[in-house]
């Protein structure tokens, strides 16, 4: 069973910036990347990376975000910069694996104005 491990939230300014991590148990993971959530909205996601290296990125946060991972760890990173007001949200990270997807337990991220 795949077991993540999120780290890296916090809270920053405007024009700001913050790395999140991520680290799964077992190996051979597939897709990673990271969702986000905002206070009464719902979960979206935010940028995608596979195996291979190939990335997606929603609209709002390409150019200020970084989607990355190190396969020999099994970890994947998100480095956002140029940080919003309404970049503010729980953050969680996701890993794909046989077909099955799994959930970290959320970072909190916010930015101040």
């Known amino acids: 069973q795949v077991r993540l491990v999120e780290s890296g939230g916090g809270l920053v300014q405007a024009g700001g910036s913050l790395k999140l991590s991520c680290a799964a148990s077992?190996?051979?993971?597939?897709?990673m990347g990271w969702y986000h959530q905002a206070p009464g909205k719902q979960r979206e996601l935010v940028a995608f990376?596979?195996?291979?290296?190939?990335?997606n990125y929603v609209d709002y946060v390409r150019g200020r975000f970084t989607i990355s991972r190190d396969n020999a760890k099994n970890t994947v990173y998100l480095q956002m910069n140029s940080l919003k007001p309404e970049d503010t949200a729980v953050y969680y990270c996701?890993?794909?694996?046989?077909?099955?997807?799994?959930w970290g337990q959320g970072t909190q991220v916010t930015v101040s104005s």
């Open positions: 996701y890993a794909q694996y046989l077909g099955k997807i799994t």
């Open positions: 077992g190996s051979s993971i597939d897709e």
């Open positions: 990376i596979t195996r291979a290296g190939g990335t």
